[in-house]
T-cell receptor
Framework: DGGITQSPKYLFRKEGQNVTLSCEQN?????MYWYRQDPGQGLRLIYY???????QKGDIAEGYSVSREKKESFPLTVTSAQKNPTAFYLC???????????FGDGTRLSIL | SQQGEEDPQALSIQEGENATMNCSYK?????LQWYRQNSGRGLVHLIL?????REKHSGRLRVTLDTSKKSSSLLITASRAADTASYFC?????????????FGGGTRLMVKP
């Protein structure tokens, strides 16, 4: 079945540590996105990529970094510069920008 | 800031009743989409309505769009306990992030059996 896979499901970060969240899709979608969701809130866009080897900052990119070396993969690194990283992180993809998005099941990041 | 704002923030109804959620937005849009999120899961796309459409149906879902009022509503008819979830509207169009989708804060729907 085609879809988006996020891993791990739960992740713990120590002080000063960078952690990387994985997102893989086999839908042959060009566009991929990373969102942050805080409890009881909507989604906020961190980064997006409309094509391989290109990505753009979203509304809350500070403290995060991404890469898009392959069409299928769009990993997100939460750096030590992100002082409040505890949140639910969602990856999504779509055929093109503004088409309906398909979401993974998220990674919940907590601080140790 | 969020483009779409849902109302109410939370809604509790009995199984079999209809549920209506509203979404208001600030700037002009190309499309408006509704998504559903079960607790602890990713979002699932429900329906897309274009700016030149006024109403759209999909099964028990009915979406309306009033561009003059910059608002949309999602109606779920004959609700079931399995409809319990959060529902989000998302708009695209001029915003802080170009044509990317901007999500509202969601309506948390509880359907009691």
């Amino acid at each position: 079945d085609g879809g988006i896979t996020q891993s791990p499901k739960y992740l713990f970060r120590k002080e000063g540590q960078n952690v990387t969240l994985s997102c893989e899709q086999n839908l042959n979608h060009d566009a991929m996105y990373w969102y942050r969701q805080d409890p009881g809130q909507g989604l906020r866009l961190i980064y997006y990529s409309q094509i391989v080897n290109d990505f753009q900052k979203g509304d809350i990119a500070e403290g995060y970094s991404v890469s898009r070396e392959k069409k299928e993969s769009f990993p997100l690194t939460v750096t030590s510069a992100q002082k409040n990283p505890t949140a639910f992180y969602l990856c999504a993809s779509s055929r093109t920008a503004v088409q309906p998005q398909h979401f993974g099941d998220g990674t919940r990041l907590s601080i140790l | 800031s969020q483009q779409g704002e849902e109302d109410p923030q939370a809604l509790s109804i009995q199984e079999g009743e209809n549920a209506t959620m509203n979404c208001s937005y600030k700037t002009s849009i190309n499309n408006l989409q509704w998504y559903r999120q079960n607790s602890g899961r990713g979002l699932v796309h429900l329906i897309l309505i274009r700016s030149n459409e006024r109403e759209k149906h999909s099964g028990r879902l009915r979406v309306t769009l009033d561009t003059s009022k910059k608002s949309s509503s999602l109606l779920i008819t004959a609700s079931r306990a399995a409809d319990t979830a959060s529902y989000f509207c998302a708009t695209d169009g001029p915003s802080g992030t170009g044509n990317m989708l901007t999500f509202g804060g969601g309506t948390r729907l509880m359907v009691k059996p």
